[in-house]
């Protein structure tokens, strides 16, 4: 009996303590129904598929709604041995860059092509914020489709967003750079030489094939985000920035120190006319452009060598300042286009802008005195709606749910904030566990968000998982945002350190998903088109095998004659017609990774033997009852050996 | 001894193929497909998917029919046409010879030899363009099952392609 009290005691007793550690409302209260309301019955689909960037794992993580499923990692920056992405040949020269291979990036941003302002389906893009690139993901096959090198850039962050009709996709820099043309300057010599610049990149309609347009240099703040306007404000672009104290050292102190830092409003169809009269620089520069064609399985890189550039110093009616307080980090454009909202992540309060104003402003020139790297500097009053007072610490970015309220993250706070955005009054607050990044509202971008869920992308998760060891789950988390209040409804942990993602509903792509490659369409230089073509051919030190993949064979399976030192190129060719049968193909020694090659698919595995000996190669994705029968050896000889290359080939397979 | 077991039971079972580990489902392998949601396919042989509890019901199901959209009526045979016969090998060399040999040898699906003198040409049509509510319904397929161990896979044969392979199939029979 006592002990029995002591228990009850001790566990109030550490149930406080821990609670008195988190933020207000830890132990958090969940409704009776929440389970129902995630829980997906097996062998039913979820409603959403949710898009969520898969941060420095260079990765994009695809998850179902509302069951928090992981249903596929997309790989993009990064090399990627479940997939052989970035190892087998055909897809080595997606990584290549002005640098050479670069097998790496940090992925924040997730944008879905748009057709009138609604998302469309067809392509997803994501930012590489490290080595500047943009991703273009093909959304039948869920595979990397091109990627884009940026010049003139140090850090592609505020990226990838888009217009209404995916006419451009932007892509700026967080840190502003020389330029490519001159850039061995001395560090302190920032003020005159460090310039930021926004690539406005255009997207092809029917093939989705991306291009450097122009690019806009402008002063050397730092770019965080951007929203495209919608509806009234289309043709119009906002994008974030910090550091308009332009300070190159120290900037924890030194970028914050001014009161207001800047919303840029861009006139893009105004800028757009300026290149075309001819009015932009062309400049020689260096950027790889890869490009990944479906029919023969093969990657191109290309390296492009000029930009044109429109200095935002020198134009009329294309740039515009708006100041806004303190370093920006959202600026999100609500449903309507009507409203741009400034989430200053060292401000205690969240400036709403309004279209309308702002080009009243324009039209009565209602500026500063001095203008901001030869852009005029707009009133702040004079483009403000309003400000909603005491949201919470730390506003980073806002969605909307299409019913005329916005959600906006708090990440020092730790919560979620709901507010009307026509009388700018706080409705609602849930908290986060913790350190909320963005928010993701299916559809929450576009003309007609889908107001039921939202997603918070957390930072931190001390205490939500069980631990393992000093580095814990990355996490979201799922609220019901269908009644007057949020109401959370599940955690999930996700890859890398999740940014900002995008959500659509599951019925706009499901049903147009590749199943197979179809075997009579495979053009690659190296198909072997049935048993009875498989082969090995030897030129030079080369060594091809033309080889084929079926449930639960290859052909060739036992190769002789190959020598130390050779280059051996495995083309394995996957007969099969089937959905999701892939075959994979591993062996030993190979110092690069696998191939998973699909069905009616060719892929490549480079492998150089370095030893004398009998080296057996396997089907890495089981297949069949017989999977592990689906092997076979190659047998390598010194270098010097005369041995011909000896292959069975399928007339001589037949099993007696 | 061996050999004439074998000779029987691909008498008796016919055909072409193959499949793995039948309808109960003791593997985890993704072969057995007969769990998918209905699918949207483009497959070329389009048909209504048998819904999984009609799969397992075998007095709905034909075994000279077989199942699929082929029934006497869209199936006719004349002479042999031997340009048809002539694709149908091309097509089979890339999708069904890896596994099939045109004599009665199995490889990992039976030998074709003799096939168009066991079963009806439609279903053999119902058969190649449609295998997996095949393998989990037909007795006889079931029973070769047994003995191949791997489901014939759907390599996606289009009405045509399918066509052409039957005539090569009596090809190979000696049909004239
Ligand atoms: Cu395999």
């Not at chain 1, 052989?84 to 897809?91: L, Q, S």
């Not at chain 1, 900002?500 to 998903?513: G, N, S, T, V």
């Not at chain 1, 060719?602 to 370095?610: A, G, S, V, Y």
Request: charged share 25%; with cysteine.
């Amino acid at each position: 009996m006592i002990s029995n009290k002591l228990i009850v005691g001790l566990l109030f007793v550490v149930a406080m303590s821990i609670t008195s550690c988190k933020p207000k409302g830890t132990t958090s209260v969940i409704s009776g129904d929440a389970a129902t309301k995630v829980y997906v019955p097996p062998g039913q689909y979820d409603e959403f598929y949710n898009f969520v960037s898969g941060g420095f794992s260079g990765q994009l993580s695809v998850y179902g709604i509302p069951s928090g499923r992981l249903l596929r990692v997309i790989p993009v920056f990064s090399s990627d041995p479940e997939k052989g992405w970035g190892f087998n040949e055909e897809t080595k020269p997606m990584l290549n860059t002005s640098h050479g291979i670069v097998p790496w990036d940090d992925l924040h941003h997730v944008e879905m092509s748009q057709t009138n302002g609604e998302a469309d389906g067809k392509w997803v893009f994501v930012n590489g914020n490290n080595t500047p690139r943009l991703a273009r993901i093909d959304l039948k096959t869920f595979r990397t489709a091109e990627i884009l090198e940026l010049p003139n850039s140090g850090g592609n962050h505020s990226s990838p967003f888009g217009t209404e009709n995916s006419e451009y996709i932007v892509a700026s820099t967080r840190f502003s750079v020389p330029s490519d043309a001159n850039p061995d300057v001395p560090i302190s010599t920032y003020k005159e030489n460090f310039k930021g610049h926004i690539s406005f990149v255009s997207v092809d309609k029917e093939t989705g094939e991306m291009k450097v347009a122009f690019q806009l240099k402008a002063p050397g703040v730092n770019f965080d985000l951007a929203r495209a306007g919608k509806g009234k404000s289309h043709g119009w672009f906002f994008f974030s920035c910090y550091n308009t104290e332009l300070a190159n050292t120290l900037l924890e102190v030194n970028a914050s120190q001014k009161d207001k830092d800047f919303i840029l409003a861009i006139n893009w169809k105004k800028a757009e006319e300026y290149i075309k009269e001819g009015k932009g620089t062309k400049q020689a520069v260096k950027y790889s452009h890869n490009k990944y064609d479906e029919t023969t399985h093969t990657a191109k890189s290309e390296m492009e060598t000029e930009v044109t550039v429109l200095d935002l110093a020198n134009t009329e009616g294309i740039a515009y300042l708006i100041p806004c307080p303190k370093s920006p980090h959202g600026c999100d454009v609500d449903p309507t286009g009507e409203y741009i909202i400034g989430s200053g992540k060292l401000a205690a309060l969240i400036p709403v802008f309004s279209f309308d104003k702002l080009q009243k402003a324009i039209a009565e020139k209602k500026f500063e005195t001095e203008k901001f790297g030869g852009i005029p500097v707009i009133k702040y009053e004079a483009a403000l709606y309003g400000e909603v007072q005491k949201p919470g610490l730390g506003p980073l970015h806002t969605e909307f749910d299409g019913k005329g309220n916005a959600y906006t993250s708090m990440f020092v706070s730790s919560e979620v904030v709901k507010w009307n955005i026509k009388d700018l009054k706080v409705l609602d607050r849930a908290p986060t566990y913790y350190s909320v990044g963005h928010l993701m509202i299916p559809g929450g971008n576009t003309k007609k968000p889908f107001g039921k869920y939202l997603v918070a992308y957390n930072k931190i998760t001390k205490d939500r998982y069980l631990p393992t060891g000093p580095e814990l789950a990355q996490s979201a988390q799922l609220y019901d945002i269908s009644g007057d209040k949020m109401k959370l409804l599940l955690d999930f942990p996700t890859i890398g350190e999740p940014h900002y993602a995008q959500a659509i509903p599951a019925a706009l792509i499901k049903d147009k998903q590749a199943k197979i490659f179809d075997i009579n369409s495979n053009k690659h230089q190296y198909k072997t088109n049935g048993e009875e073509d498989a082969k090995v051919v030897r030129e030079g030190n080369a060594v091809h095998v033309y080889m084929t993949s079926i449930r639960s064979h290859f052909v060739p399976d036992n190769i002789e004659g190959v020598k130390v030192g050779d280059e051996v190129f495995f083309h394995v060719t996957n007969l099969e017609q089937d959905w999701d049968v892939p075959h994979g193909f591993g062996i030993k020694g190979a110092n690069n990774a696998e191939l998973l090659i699909m069905p009616g698919e060719t892929l490549t595995l480079k492998w150089i033997p370095d030893r004398v000996g009998i080296f057996p190669m396997y089907c890495t994705d089981f297949c069949s009852a017989l999977h592990q029968e689906m092997s076979g050896y190659v047998r390598v000889s010194p270098k010097g050996s005369t041995l011909p290359i000896t292959f069975n080939s399928s007339k001589k397979t037949a099993a007696k | 001894m061996k050999k004439s077991i074998i000779t029987t039971l691909s008498l008796m079972a016919t055909i072409l193929i193959i499949g793995s580990c039948g309808g109960g489902g003791s593997t985890s392998e993704k072969s057995t497909n007969e769990t998918e949601q209905p699918e949207t396919t483009q497959t070329p042989s389009e048909q209504p998917e048998a819904k999984p509890e009609s799969k397992a019901d075998p007095s709905t199901y034909d075994p000279k029919r077989g199942e699929g959209k082929f029934n006497e009526s869209n199936v006719k045979l004349g002479a042999l046409d031997a340009a048809m016969a002539d694709k149908g090998k091309a097509i089979a060399a890339t999708k069904c010879n890896s596994c099939h040999k045109q004599t009665d040898e199995k490889l990992v699906g039976p030998g074709w030899k003799g096939v168009t003198h066991r079963k009806t040409p439609h279903w053999i049509m119902n058969f190649i363009t449609n295998p997996d509510p095949m393998i989990s319904k037909d007795p006889e397929l079931q029973a070769q099952l047994e003995i191949c161990l791997v489901r014939m896979p759907n390599q996606n044969l289009n009405d045509e392609e399918a066509r052409n392979i039957l005539e090569y199939m009596r090809q190979n029979d000696e049909v004239k």
